[in-house]
Structures are given as C-alpha cells and as structure tokens.
C-alpha cells in the first residue's frame, strides 16, 4: 500500500468539491475504488457508464498517459501523482 | 555616410542621398515610400535625405517578397537566433475549427518550417463566427482552403494536408515527422483519443491541447498549464461548449494563440 496524490480537474472536482486528495493505493485501481469509497456516486456517476471509466477521460502517471484498459496491472509507489482529466467540448 | 535601416537591413548609404535615389539604386519597381514608419508622397521622397537610425522601406504595391527578403524580414523583426530555430519546425495540428485554423496562421506568420495539418470537414456558414475561413470558402475543404490562407500569409510554410478522419491508428503515421503536435478537435473523445494514441507511442513529443474556451467568460481564465511530462492544457478547463455558451471567436481565438505562443516557446526551448 502506498500513499500516493491525486488531483482531480474540470467537471470531476467540481462535482466532489475537491482537487487535491492523498490517499493509500496498490494500484491504479484500487485508487479509483478508494476515490469512489470516499465520494460515493457523485464520483461514480461522473467517471464511470456502463462500469467503465468514460471514453474521454485522460489519465496520467506521474506525467505519463496511462492505458485505462490495464489499470489493476499499473503499481503504485510512494509519492506517486494521479491526475485525473475530463476535457470539455469546444474548439 | 549616414547609418539606415532600409527594408529592415542595416546599410550606410551616401550622404545627401534622397530615398528617391534609394529606390532607383535598391528597388527600383518600389512605387511606396515608407519614412521613419509612415508613407509619403514622390515629392517627399525626392527632397527628403535620410540621417542616420532612419528607417526606409521601399515596396513595390502588390508584389509577394521572394523567400530570401521574407525571411530577413522575420529575422530582423524577431529576437536574434529565434527565426533560425522556427524555420526548422515541424508541427502537427489535428482538426482545423477555431483552434486549429488560428494555430496554423499564427504558426505560418512567423515563419515555421513545416505545418502537417489534418481534418475531414468542410466550411459551413456558422465555423464563420470563429475559423480562420472566409465567406468565399463555404463549402470548400478546409484542409485546402487553409493551405490556401496559409499561402497568402507566407507562401514558403512547407504545408502537408491530410483530408482524414483522425483515429487511434492513423494518428501515429500521420503525424510522425512532427516535433510538436496540437489538439484542435472539438468533441472530448476525439481530444482524448488523440493524447492518448500520440502519448503513447511518442511519449517525449510534447502536445498542446486545449480545454475549456467557449462562452465569453473572462478571459484571464485562459492559461497554459504543464499536467504531464509532455502535455500541455491550454483553457479554463470548465467552460465547454453548450447551451448559452457558445464558440466565440474572442475566447478561441486567445485560447488558439495560447496554443501558438507555447509551440513557439517549445520551439525555442523556453519550456522545458
């Protein structure tokens, strides 16, 4: 178990009223589990349709763009950063 | 011999020469007389003897400056060493709306190497109120009708046009060769899709995306923020397009000249 950050953005943070969480993970998802645990469905309805994360959410490791279908497999160390990103229509 | 400045070059020139002589000497086709920064008359030009630090510009009404006075140009109005650096770029941009369209014109003004642009889409009247069309291009293709503006802002931007959808799978090839690349899209899948399919197989190259610019919010909302080891956000990251906020093109327009000045500091090295 590691303590790792988390920053949430856009329509994610505003819906759980946070951007900044530290929470204790294994992996990326159980990270997500705890997340969800923490805000309940306020959290769940915003990231996930149909039990899946949506299509438009970005994920990123420690700066690095994360495979949304592997996220059990991705391990957590100490002092990891989770940005969670829902970009918004226009351009 | 009085030190000038004449077509942006620095020269010494005769003493008691009239910027009419100039022309006869320098450009001789040149019919517009420019001093010190406003234009005067054949008249003027004829009595009219430059000092040293003056400016001349001689310009013939018309003509499209040859790829060699166009680059002293841009050399001379830019920072010492900066234009070297932009001629050698090469940047992609996916999706030519409001954002990608503004990118390219700005990227293409001052100078860049090489644009690899990429849309399937065609102009429709209400892309006007934000893309950089013209009323006469409704209809058209909008990867050619760009490179068409492109030519008429500098027609030496090397420009390669793909008219495609963009998928996970051509994402990689199309965009390739490119040393940055720009999310231009609209819908949020599309701008994820990109990040994700470019991220992962060239994860140094950096991309500029964009997110959160419709409506007419503040535009001191609008910032650059480095989120990854190589993704940049550009936008307010809540406003998105919808009902009562529409795409405009002040905000797009700010948040696609975001996406442009932070490619050139790529380009330049000031981010890292």
Redesign the interface.
């Known amino acids: 178990m590691s303590q790792i950050k988390v920053q949430l953005y856009s329509t994610l943070r505003e819906k759980v009223g946070k951007g900044k969480i530290s929470i204790d993970a294994r992996n990326i998802k159980d990270a997500l589990k705890k997340l969800e645990n923490k805000f309940g469905d306020k959290f769940r309805e915003e990231l996930y349709e149909k039990g899946r994360i949506k299509n438009y959410y970005i994920l990123l490791l420690n700066g690095r763009v994360i495979n949304v279908k592997a996220l059990s497999q991705i391990k957590l160390s100490p002092g990891d950063v989770l940005h969670i990103i829902p970009p918004v229509a226009g351009g | 011999m009085p030190k000038i400045k004449l077509n942006e070059k620095d020269m010494e020139v005769d003493k008691d020469i009239s910027i009419f002589e100039l022309k006869s000497r320098y450009k001789r086709k040149a019919n517009l007389f420019i001093y010190n920064g406003g234009v005067i008359s054949e008249l003027q030009a004829k009595s009219i003897k430059p000092k040293s630090g003056d400016s001349v510009v001689l310009i013939r009404k018309g003509e499209v400056p040859s790829r060699k006075e166009l680059e002293s140009l841009m050399a001379a109005r830019h920072t010492p060493g900066v234009h070297e650096k932009v001629k050698k770029a090469t940047i992609g941009i996916a ?1 030519l ?4 369209s503004h990118v390219a014109i700005a990227l293409a003004r001052i100078g860049i190497g090489k644009l690899v642009i990429a849309d399937f889409d065609v102009i429709e009247p209400s892309n006007l109120n934000r893309q950089a069309f013209n009323v006469d291009q409704i209809g058209e293709i909008k990867v050619k009708a760009l490179k068409t503006n492109i030519r008429k802002v500098n027609p030496y931007v090397k420009v390669e046009s793909h008219r495609v959808r963009l998928t996970e799978r051509n994402v990689p090839k199309i965009f390739k060769d490119v040393d940055i690349l720009v999310e ?6 599309d ?3 990109l ?2 399919s470019f ?2 197989r060239y ?1 140094k190259k950096p991309i500029v ?6 409506g007419y919010a503040t535009s001191n909302w609008i910032k650059t923020q480095k ?5 940049y ?1 550009i ?1 307010d ?6 009902i009562g906020q529409g ?1 405009m093109a002040p905000r ?1 327009g700010i948040a696609a000249h975001h996406q442009a000045n932070l490619v050139l500091r790529l380009v330049l090295g000031e981010e890292k």
């Open positions: 999706g709306g409001g954002l990608g231009a899209f609209d819908v949020p899948k701008k994820t899709m990040v994700n991220a992962r994860p995306m964009a997110s959160g610019l419709a989120l990854g080891n190589s993704l956000v936008g990251m809540k406003t998105g397009a919808g795409l797009v």
